[in-house]
């Protein structure tokens, strides 16, 4: 399983990686240190992928339940891997975490886009976007066996899916990683990504060209014991709805 990740996330990683750092400072408060080339990134890359096979052997795959699951705890292994290269070359921690939500968010992006295309193709009804893309979603890679694994209660009402999450096996493996070596801005790291994904995605599943469809008030990464998502749509009449 490992290989066939990597083999799926390599060339976009790197694809990713090129399109958001190239052209950008090195570091924001030392412009004159210039500006993230090429063979930066390629570079930057080399060590995240090095750091990978480091942080994989902490990950404990094994014993995660779903190919769903594990394929999301490899990708927090990524983000975490690439946040800590970027430290160790000498980025603060707060750009670390930027450069990373923004490679970061290309592969999401994509993901997303990819999950919900049937749905934008076949409905114009952002309930039945939502509503679809979440489902699907539910079942791969979010499905929820338990613990270790995803667990999850979700609920339909009125204008919103709710859906409650208190086992994240991402959030869980950083955690562990922090407990284990000492937090060094990886959980934060993890929040400014992962976390922050959610609202701009849920405006991509709804394609109505308009904002606000997620919102949320607690969050495992913060600390809190659930992370309560909350996906809304905007009502279509019947009269309106002439798709599926």
């Not at 886009?113 to 791969?140: G, Q």
Request: charged share 25%; hydrophobic share 35%.
């Amino acid at each position: 399983e490992i290989r066939i990740f990597k083999f799926l996330y390599k060339g976009l990683l790197r694809r990713s990686a090129m399109k958001a750092l190239q052209g950008r400072l090195l570091q924001p408060e030392s412009p004159e240190l210039g500006r993230w080339l090429h063979d930066d990134v390629e570079q930057m890359l080399e060590a995240t992928w090095s750091r990978v096979a480091v942080l994989l052997h902490t990950a404990n795959l094994e014993r995660i339940p779903t190919l769903g699951n594990r394929h999301n705890v490899f990708l927090a292994v990524v983000t975490t891997a690439a946040f800590q290269a970027l430290v160790e070359n000498n980025q603060t921690k707060q750009h670390a975490s930027d450069l990373v939500a923004d490679v970061g968010w290309k592969v999401y992006e994509l993901g997303i886009k990819f999950v919900s295309l049937p749905f934008r193709l076949t409905t114009r009804n952002p309930r039945k976007r939502m509503e679809r893309t979440i489902r699907t979603l539910l079942k791969f890679p979010f499905n929820a066996p338990g613990r270790p694994g995803y667990e999850v209660k979700v609920e339909s009402q009125d204008s919103q899916i709710l859906t409650y999450w208190s086992s994240c096996p991402p959030q869980t493996f950083v955690r562990n990683l922090i407990e284990r070596d000492g937090d060094k801005g990886e959980l934060e790291a993890f929040y400014r990504s992962w976390c922050l994904y959610d609202w701009p995605g849920a405006d991509i599943i709804a394609g109505d060209d308009e904002r606000g469809h997620y919102h949320r008030t607690s969050t495992l990464s913060k600390g809190d014991p659930v992370c309560n998502m909350c996906w809304k749509y905007k009502i279509i009449t019947q009269a309106q709805d002439h798709t599926n």
